[in-house]
T-cell receptor, first 114, second 111 residues
Framework: GAVVSQHPSWVICKSGTSVKIECRSL??????MFWYRQFPKQSLMLMAT?????????EQGVEKDKFLINHASLTLSTLTVTSAHPEDSSFYIC??????????FGSGTQLSVL | AQTVTQSQPEMSVQEAETVTLSCTYD???????LFWYKQPPSRQMILVIR??????QNATENRFSVNFQKAAKSFSLKISDSQLGDAAMYFC????????FGAGTRLTVKP
């Protein structure tokens, strides 16, 4: 099956620093990538949708200046959490679509902001 | 806006027995997709089963089957012959342009 690689798996950073998370589709071209956030014992909440070569579409309540998404190629999307604060600590999951109804998920990134 | 509702925060089943997880959704679209995902402690999302809304036949994948009632906007998951490895969080999801998830149901399997 299709593989989506997400790195890093976990990251610890100091408050005020920025963190970049990468999401790569390894064996298919992802026309669309989605970024989700999951708090402990909660569901996946869609943060933004990104299409290759265009600006990401953010869900209501998600700060686009804080969560920078870049989808520069058909196999790579990045999420940068800028000026991270403890309340940004969460599990972030990316997913990629080859253009049909299928969605393939990365293994997630646990972000802890001290 | 599309919403997905899972009304059972937790469910429990005896090993080898059958359990049904409920899911309802709200949409004005006629052509969409529904999914059940399993999330074990590793937190990797694993696709369990997929249903296309324009297909009346209920999807089946080995021990997993769905009861899709389009008019009622209901999409339940039946797990037969439950195994210890089935224990996990189960999320119902709806996809039209993007994918939205329900709150999840934590399934416990008792030996």
């Amino acid at each position: 099956g299709a593989v989506v690689s997400q790195h890093p798996s976990w990251v610890i950073c100091k408050s005020g620093t920025s963190v970049k998370i990468e999401c790569r589709s390894l064996d298919f071209q992802a026309t669309t990538m989605f970024w989700y956030r999951q708090f402990p014992k909660q569901s996946l909440m869609l943060m933004a949708t990104s299409n290759e070569g265009s600006k990401a579409t953010y869900e209501q309540g998600v700060e686009k200046d804080k969560f920078l998404i870049n989808h520069a190629s058909l196999t790579l999307s990045t999420l940068t959490v800028t000026s991270a604060h403890p309340e940004d600590s969460s599990f972030y999951i990316c997913s990629a679509s080859p253009g049909d109804e299928k969605l393939f998920f990365g293994s997630g990134t646990q972000l802890s902001v001290l | 806006a599309q919403t997905v509702t899972q009304s059972q925060p937790e469910m429990s089943v005896q090993e080898a027995e059958t359990v049904t997880l409920s899911c309802t959704y709200d949409t004005s679209e006629s052509d969409y997709y529904l999914f059940w995902y399993k999330q074990p402690p590793s937190r990797q999302m694993i696709l369990v089963i997929r249903q296309e809304a324009y297909k009346q036949q209920n999807a089946t994948e080995n021990r997993f089957s769905v009861n899709f009632q389009k008019a009622a906007k209901s999409f339940s998951l039946k797990i037969s012959d439950s195994q210890l490895g089935d224990a996990a969080m189960y999320f119902c999801a709806y996809k039209w342009d993007d994918m939205r998830f329900g709150a999840g149901t934590r399934l416990t399997v008792k030996p």
